[in-house]
């Protein structure tokens, strides 16, 4: 006679089965995130149910891209996820990143405006606090390379204008796009934002590197600066 141990593992067992072949065999876009992402925490978390690991992770973060933005540290005070877990989810994370970053490669920057947009905001649009980047094209506008820059808290940043400017030098990049997140989830840009957009101008233009833009963007939103008529 089987064991409560053994029947609570083949119901385990039969839930992952049902999942993912009805992921496999439905429209993947279809499926929910919460089923995602339990789908995903299969692999990170073999031997347990991953039912009430993904609820919980769905009730502090409240959506998917939240979650594979969130810290591992903080991830990792959800009962249930160790490193496995944790790297798994930050590696998936990654991997739609480069997905991203490949697809505005293959054609000048400049060409490609909601493809940007779309990467500014896989890259940081749901990370818990400010963070910077510089997207460093050459003279094609062909993306030579994207980089953080400066630090941040919850709503703070600090970015330092001669930085972005000697890194584009090292880079030997003729034009910048910079870009930055509001964790409030308001793309609206603050006073300080703009003075730091105009300070690097100042100091990129007497060396030949075009500021082609500076793109704030949210959870949903973005706010181009350049289409504000603010740079």
């Known amino acids: 006679m089987a064991s409560r141990d053994d029947q609570t593992r083949d119901d385990r067992k039969g839930h992952r089965t049902r999942l993912r072949a009805r992921f496999l065999a439905d429209d993947s876009a279809a499926t929910p995130d919460y089923e995602l992402l339990e789908l995903l925490l299969f692999y990170g978390l073999p031997r347990i149910d991953t039912k009430p690991v993904a609820k919980a992770l769905m009730a502090r973060y409240g959506s998917l891209p939240a979650i594979l933005a969130a810290p591992v540290d903080e991830l990792q005070k959800i009962h ?21 970053r490949a697809d505005i490669r293959q054609r000048p920057v400049l060409d490609s405006g909601e493809r940007v947009i779309e990467y500014c905001r896989a890259t940081l649009g749901h990370s818990a606090t400010e963070g910077f980047r510089v997207l460093f094209l050459d003279t094609k506008n062909a993306l030579i390379a994207d980089e953080a820059q400066g630090g941040g808290t919850v709503n703070r940043l600090a970015v330092f204008p001669r930085e972005v400017v000697k890194r584009a030098l090292d880079l030997g990049a003729s034009a910048i796009i910079l870009t930055h997140n509001h964790p409030s989830g308001d793309p609206t840009p603050s006073d300080v934002d703009i003075a730091t957009t105009r300070a690097i101008i100042d100091a990129a233009s007497p060396l030949g590197i075009v500021v082609h833009d ?9 706010t181009s600066l350049k289409a504000a008529g603010l740079m």
């Open 80 to 100: 249930g996820i160790g490193d496995n877990a944790a790297a798994l989810l930050k590696a998936v994370r990654e991997a739609g990143i480069r997905l991203a």
């Open 214 to 222: 500076h793109i704030i963007v949210s959870r949903s939103h973005h």
